[in-house]
């Protein structure tokens, strides 16, 4: 739990950092690496809609912004673990599983 928590806090802040050099910057410490390859293996329609619903580009979209977005139906649906922001990886697949249900 506590761990997981730490986690969360920097992939948070890598991701900041990468949004701050306009997600083409290289790898930028641990879990730089990871959030490149999350979104690579993420279609590019999805990060970037990530990237526009999270308007001040903390690497988290909150209930305001969310709500912006028009993602408040899907809000409490990709907030996995509850903390009340949707993180990038949360969105990407949550999204991924919502449009998989749609489809099927
Ligand atoms: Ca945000
Ligand atoms: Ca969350």
């Excluded at 988290?60 to 949707?86: H, K, M, V, W, Y």
Aim: hydrophobic share 35%; glycine share 10%.
């Amino acid at each position: 739990m506590h761990k997981k928590r730490q986690t969360t806090a920097l992939i948070g802040s890598a991701i900041a950092g990468l949004t701050l050099a306009g997600c083409t910057g290289p790898l930028f410490g641990p879990g730089g690496f990871d959030d490149a390859k999350m979104e690579s293996s993420a279609p590019p329609a999805l990060v970037k809609q990530f990237h526009q619903a999270d308007a001040d580009g903390n690497g988290e979209i909150d209930p305001t912004e969310a709500s912006t977005a028009g993602l408040r139906a899907q809000f409490t649906q990709l907030d996995l673990d509850q903390d009340r922001n949707i993180s990038e990886d949360e969105f990407l697949s949550g999204m991924q599983e919502l449009n998989n249900n749609n489809t099927q």
